[in-house]
């Protein structure tokens, strides 16, 4: 059973940056691809990104390309995601999910296990 602990969320203001990062537990993290998704109050949740086990792939949503970027450090068993140039409409609970074989990493069925979240709130 893999557990996973985010980290990093707040409160910012429009145009500024967070690094969310996520700590997984109880599995093997370097075969785990991960992905972070986000629920914007009164809305389903959303995929932002995603990363493979080897940390050699990556994807993002397209409303969020080019603003965010993720990472992940096997030695750490952490993934982040650094955001950049934030919005209101970024304001969200954000989650890190896990899954062993990333067939629809795009997607919530796509994973296995989920963090608790951590609130992002952007300000105008």
């Known amino acids: 059973q893999v557990q996973l602990v985010e980290s990093g969320g707040g409160l910012v203001r429009s145009g500024g940056s967070l690094r969310l990062s996520c700590v997984a537990s109880?599995?093997?993290?370097?075969?785990?691809?991960m992905g972070w998704f986000r629920q914007p109050p009164g809305k389903e949740r959303e995929f932002v990104a995603a990363?493979?086990?080897?940390?050699?792939?990556?994807t993002y949503a397209n409303s969020m390309k080019g603003r965010v970027t993720i990472s992940r450090d096997n030695a750490k068993n952490t993934v982040y995601l650094q955001m950049d140039s934030l919005k209101p409409d970024d304001t969200a609970v954000y989650y890190c999910?896990?899954?062993?074989?990333?067939?629809?990493?795009?997607?919530?069925?796509?994973?296995?296990?989920w963090g608790q979240g951590t609130q992002v709130t952007v300000s105008s």
């Open positions: 109880g599995g093997t993290f370097s075969s785990y691809s």
């Open positions: 999910a896990a899954v062993r074989a990333a067939v629809s990493i795009t997607t919530t069925r796509g994973y296995d296990y």
């Open positions: 990363i493979f086990w080897s940390g050699r792939s990556t």
